[in-house]
């Protein structure tokens, strides 16, 4: 056995089965959900009256971030249900959402979540 190969069992990999690797990376199951990430960008900071050497508006801190576990396979479809859950704040048109990590029918069961519901996570 030659150099390699001896480390190469050595550490492992020689045993290792490699026709049935790739089986199990295409054989994932479809998202059940996913997680919707919701970016609210930070109000500027007014001048005050005793502080005349700030800019009449300081420059934007870091947003903030709120997450929606949402019981819908589409991505689309779940960015639009949480926007229709977050309708009610007038200034929830301007925030940014997206959808950040799939959620698996385990996952949705382990969260009570029925058909196109929509929860803060």
Known sequence: ???FENKAFR???ASLPTSGIH???TDK???AGWVVQVTIPKKPDVRLADAPWRPPIMAVGAPS????NVAIAAPDKA?????KHLANNPEAETWE???VRKLSPAEITALSLGAGEVKPA
């Not at 971030?65 to 929606?68: G, I, T």
């Not at 960015?79 to 926007?83: L, P, V």
């Open 23 to 25: 089986r199990y990376m």
């Open 97 to 99: 959402m997206s959808v």
């Open 65 to 68: 971030f709120q997450y929606f």
């Open 1 to 3: 056995m030659g150099q």
């Open 11 to 13: 550490l492992g990999v």
């Open 79 to 83: 960015i639009e249900a949480t926007a």
């Open 29 to 31: 199951a479809s998202p």
